[in-house]
């Protein structure tokens, strides 16, 4: 039995209309009906053959590296160079583009105008003193006696009440209860791998929030689900690409990546770093349980 023969038995067996296939992967039916008659050659790509089989036989519940494996002589082989540099296939939703080049433009200018007006702050302040010191004392030209301006006397111990010090204790109670208290430090703790290395937890804790952002270098197939287990996204990343999410109100999420090389997570601005031992180079799935 081919390839294509393989996908649909299994397909049909599930009772799935190719129209549900569409509707889960987003992959155009002419691409689906083009698999399913081992007609690779209407794909775009070397590179989207591979994805294209991947979603199609997860969706089916068939083992992927089983069915690669398999049909190896089938499925065009493709390099990392070609992978990395792939374009967004035409079955990719709409994804949230962070464009840059504008900001930049403009930080040369905003910092000019923060030197210029560091400058005019410093030459004010030095001309300020400077002329504070040369002035000095006021003198009368007919007795030669030196006026001081009685605001600019210092008070003497005695004159010292008891109230100045205690509106000065006042202040400095006030000053301590104003200040703002330490934020708290988020902790993520991996606590294990699967057994087939694809799949690992993590826990989030000392977190007031849990706000989620994953990020493509590459390209990579991207699936996450809250606590409930419910799809609140799916489709495929390219290089700059990225999603944000805020699940402070779930107990945690699972994220699906078909490419971990490819893909960055962050947690709360914090970049997850993956658990030594983990195989990146197969789909993985990464649980990030948030404790409240």
């Given at each position: 039995m081919s390839l294509g023969n393989t996908l649909k038995s299994a397909r049909e067996e599930k009772g799935f209309s190719l129209e549900y296939i569409h509707e889960q992967t987003k992959i155009q039916k002419r691409f689906l009906q083009a698999i399913e008659n081992d007609q690779f050659e209407i794909l775009p790509g070397?590179?989207?053959?591979?994805?294209?089989?991947?979603?199609?036989?997860?969706?089916?519940?068939?083992?992927?590296?089983?069915?690669?494996?398999?049909?190896?002589?089938?499925?065009?082989?493709?390099?990392?160079?070609e992978e990395a540099v792939g374009a967004i296939p035409p079955h990719a939703q709409a994804t949230t583009v962070v464009d840059n080049s504008k900001w930049l433009k403009l930080v040369p200018k905003a910092l000019l105008i923060l030197f210029v007006l560091v400058g005019v702050a410093l030459m004010y302040s030095f001309f300020n003193h400077y002329s504070d010191d040369e002035a000095g004392p006021i003198v009368d030209n007919d007795s030669g006696e030196k006026f001081v301006d009685e605001s600019e006397k210092k008070p003497t111990p005695?004159?010292?009440?008891?109230?100045?010090?205690?509106?000065?204790?006042?202040?400095?109670?006030d000053e301590i209860e104003g200040t703002?208290?330490?934020?708290?430090?988020?902790v993520i703790t991996p606590?294990?791998?699967?057994?087939?290395?694809?799949?690992?937890t993590y826990e989030l804790t000392n977190a007031p929030t849990f706000k989620l952002k994953v990020a493509?270098?590459?390209?990579?197939?991207?699936?996450?689900?809250?606590?409930?287990?419910?799809?609140?996204?799916?489709?495929?990343?390219?290089?700059?690409?990225?999603?944000?999410f805020d699940l402070s109100a779930e107990t945690e999420v699972s994220i699906k990546t078909g490419s971990a090389l490819s893909t960055q997570i962050y947690v709360n601005d914090q970049l997850l770093e993956y658990q030594a031992?983990?195989?990146?180079?197969?789909?993985?799935?990464?649980?990030?349980?948030?404790?409240?």
């Open positions: 070397k590179f989207y053959v591979r994805v294209f089989v991947k979603q199609y036989a997860e969706l089916v519940d068939l083992d992927v590296d089983k069915l690669m494996m398999e049909y190896e002589g089938d499925v065009p082989a493709v390099n990392l160079e005695d004159s010292t009440t008891n109230e100045d010090s205690e509106e000065e204790q006042d202040t400095d109670e703002e208290p330490e934020k708290p430090v988020q606590t294990g791998i699967g057994p087939d290395k694809k799949t690992s493509s270098t590459g390209t990579a197939w991207v699936s996450v689900k809250n606590s409930a287990q419910q799809e609140i996204y799916q489709g495929t990343l390219s290089n700059a690409q990225f999603q944000e031992g983990l195989n990146q180079s197969v789909p993985q799935t990464i649980t990030i349980k948030y404790i409240k």
